[in-house]
């Protein structure tokens, strides 16, 4: 019996130490230790020995058993540190790698035009407004002292949805809803920027752009004047496109306007000496503005014995254009991130 209980010892031992794995080590010790294991069914037959013979074998089977044990548990230990280590192998990061390369987004030039636009008005104590993109003939014509069959509509090729609806060709139609949905008839001075639509298609235009609106309308006795407006858009050029902007005023039509300018800036690229691009003038037309037409002050609700005031539109397009220097128009639309990454650093933001 004794040697029985060696032999079993000794292949125990063996089997230990040849163990690779942890799982392989935990089915070994269900084999040398559970309840089917060779020492318990020793255990099971000690009855059948001699009564003397049962503590010496019990107490043999026992130390065994614990010794077994014990020899599992330091496999463990040195499986587990292993296992350890061959995670930790696995997982280094090798700080001397190349990265991979995280391509950075860049705001598109219209929208830096776009805020910065924002951010002069509000430096101003304008608000900025919006309106939908889908107007009513109402909106974008009429309530502009454009009535149906007016002529001034031809100058604008508009999409027409129904008879009633179109994609707005200005954002004018601002002007009238701001008006309309101040009840109090409390002055205005805002902005709209947004996009517009118009049925042309060629280098310098696109059937879709942008443009900015702004109105001011206050009490006749604040004598919100011409002087204003010139004040304020050679505050808004000289700010967007340098110090040594210079202004120039036409005289124009506009039905919404009364007195109308067209106003003309230094060209940006030879500074009003003359060249190519402001053919040889020395100017670029860019806005248009003028005085609140009464009628239109009167349509939209603010009686024209008590208010007046002044408005502006422009393209920003035309606008992003000229301050970056880019020479056509569909690269605006065309999303070619070689173009757009251009103006990462050209801002301080
Ligand atoms: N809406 C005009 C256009 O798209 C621009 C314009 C002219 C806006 C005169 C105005 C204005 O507010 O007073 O051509």
Redesign the pocket.
């Known amino acids: 019996m004794k040697e029985k209980i060696e032999e079993i010892r000794k292949s125990a031992k063996e089997k230990i130490d040849k163990i690779q794995n942890l799982q392989e080590l935990q089915d070994l010790k269900v084999k040398l230790l559970g309840k089917k294991s060779e020492l318990s069914e020793l255990l099971k037959g000690l009855g059948e020995l001699a009564k003397e013979e049962r503590p010496k074998i019990g107490s043999l089977v026992n130390e065994t058993r614990q010794e077994i044990e014990q020899k599992i548990l330091e496999a463990e230990d040195v499986l587990k540190e292993k296992a350890m280590n061959q995670k930790l192998e696995k997982e280094k990061i090798d700080i001397t790698a190349p990265s991979t390369k995280m391509r950075r987004g860049s705001k598109h030039p219209l929208n830096r035009v776009i805020e910065e636009i924002q951010d002069i008005f509000v430096s101003m104590g304008y608000d900025v407004v919006d309106g939908p993109e889908l107007e009513t003939d109402e909106f974008c014509f009429e309530r502009l002292n454009l009535p149906k069959g007016h002529p001034a509509r031809d100058m604008q090729d508009s999409f027409y949805i129904t008879d009633e609806y179109l994609l707005r060709t200005?954002t004018?139609s601002v002007?009238a809803r701001t008006m309309l949905a101040n009840k109090e008839k409390t002055p205005i001075r805002m902005i709209c920027t947004g996009k517009t639509y118009r049925r042309e298609d060629d280098a310098t235009h696109s059937h879709q752009f942008n443009?900015v609106?702004g109105l001011v309308v206050d009490y006749k006795d604040k004598n919100t004047s011409l002087a204003d407006l010139k004040g304020t858009l050679e505050i808004f050029m000289k700010r967007m496109l340098g110090p040594n902007t210079e202004l120039r005023f036409r005289p124009s039509y506009?039905p919404?306007?009364e007195p109308?300018y067209e106003v003309d800036v230094t060209c940006f690229k030879c500074g009003g000496k003359g060249c190519p691009l402001c053919k040889k003038t020395g100017w670029i037309e860019l806005l248009?503005?003028?005085m609140v037409h009464p009628k239109v002050l009167e349509m939209n609700g603010y009686d024209p014995e008590k208010y007046s005031g002044f408005?502006?539109?422009t393209g920003i397009d035309r606008l992003a254009m000229f301050k970056y220097g880019i020479t056509d128009m569909r690269y605006l639309y065309t999303n070619d991130v070689r173009f757009l990454s251009q103006f990462d650093r050209q801002d301080k933001d």
Do not use: I, P, V, W
Request: negative net charge.
């Open positions: 200005q004018s002007q443009q609106e506009f919404f306007t109308s248009g503005s003028g408005a502006f539109g």
